[in-house]
Structures are given as C-alpha cells and as structure tokens.
C-alpha cells in the first residue's frame, strides 16, 4: 500500500460537529494509534479518504462502535478497528429558487433519519455552484432527506430547533451502497429574522 494520509480523529458524543481533538495518522501498515484520550464516549471520524467514500463498519474490542461511539474508560486499552468502503452513494441534482431561476450559493444538505442524528459523519452538505447544481458524495447507505435553504448558518441543520419547522419540507431518499441518484430541489424560503423590540 502507497503512503497514506488518513487521519483519524475520535470525536466526543456530547461536543459538537466543530469539536476538533487529537488526531493520528495512519501508517503504511494501515495501524493508527491515538493517545491522550480521556475516559468518555466517542465516534471515530476519517480525514483523508476518496470523495466516494465511507465508514462502513466500526469495531471497539469486540462491540459494534458505528451507531452509538466507543467509551473509553480508564486502564481498560482496546483495539479500534475501521472498515472504509469505497462504494458510498452520490446524489446529485440542481436547486431552484422559488421563481423557478437557478439558486447558486445555497446550502444542499442531506439529513440522515432523526434516530442517526448524533452521528455527524452522516451529515453531507455542499453550497451549490453559479447553475445551481450540486453533487454529494460518499454517503452512507441508510434513509435520509434532502434540503436546500435561501439561507442557513452552517452547521444549523445539525440543531433539532432549526430542523423542526421544516421536517415535512425535505425531499425522502432512500440510499444503497453504489446508488446514483438525481433530486432536484427547489430552495425553503427562510424568514429573515426580525429585530428585537427594544
């Protein structure tokens, strides 16, 4: 195997998607060993790999850590072991504004199904280019929904409050590993917020 550059970075349940921790490279052998961790629950998120793909299997010693993390616990080492497949889903398409023109600049976001949410790495989210188009990659197979917003911070959509109003307005898809699929959308009309009274 050719020099890698993955990285993996275990990222605590309870901290949010813009935590960023210690980190460890991946060496030729394909081993990586991360230090320094304190005792808590975690996910394992992969920096590196092809756009198309995605982790497909986590094993923490011999639990499955892919849905719920890992939890370190003090003088207790284990193997971490990642299974990366090259096979994740895309989905493309193109956002139109409401009067049917093409929306560039928007965010495209594909939510995974409510029970996943805590997961981040199932997140996928592009701005769409000058024609309005976007094309997601390396996704995870799994049920999700598909937005596009006039306007959102990013990382929003990883707040349930934020999502709420607007549940019934995502696109449903259903993915398998190696789909490609097409959806276009047209972009949700956010308010603009008002000004406090004074």
């Not at 030729?28 to 230090?35: E, I, S, T, V």
């Not at 959102?152 to 789909?179: C, H, R, T, V, Y």
Request: net charge negative.
């Amino acid at each position: 195997m050719e020099d890698t550059d993955f990285t993996v970075t275990p990222r605590p349940a309870d901290l949010g998607w813009n935590f960023w921790g210690n980190s460890a490279r991946v060496d030729q052998a394909n081993a990586f060993m991360l230090k320094d961790i304190g005792e808590g629950t975690y996910f394992a998120d992969v920096n590196g790999q092809s756009k198309d793909c995605y982790i497909k299997d986590v094993q923490y010693g011999t639990s499955s850590a892919l849905d719920d993390g890992f939890t370190v616990s003090r003088g207790t080492p284990s193997n971490l072991e990642i299974t990366i497949s090259s096979r994740g889903a895309r989905e493309q398409g193109a956002v139109a504004d409401a009067d049917g023109l093409p929306a560039a600049g928007v965010w495209v976001v594909l939510v995974p199904d409510a029970s996943r949410r805590a997961q981040d790495r199932l997140f996928k989210m592009q701005t769409t280019d000058q024609y309005g188009r976007f094309d997601l990659r390396g996704i995870a197979p799994g049920d999700y929904k598909l937005f596009s917003w006039e306007r959102a911070e990013a990382g929003s959509w990883q707040d349930p409050e934020f999502l709420k109003p607007f549940e019934d307005k995502g696109e449903k898809i259903a993915l398998q590993e190696g789909d490609q699929k097409t959806q276009n959308l047209t972009s949700i009309h956010t308010k603009t917020p008002e000004p406090a009274n004074p």
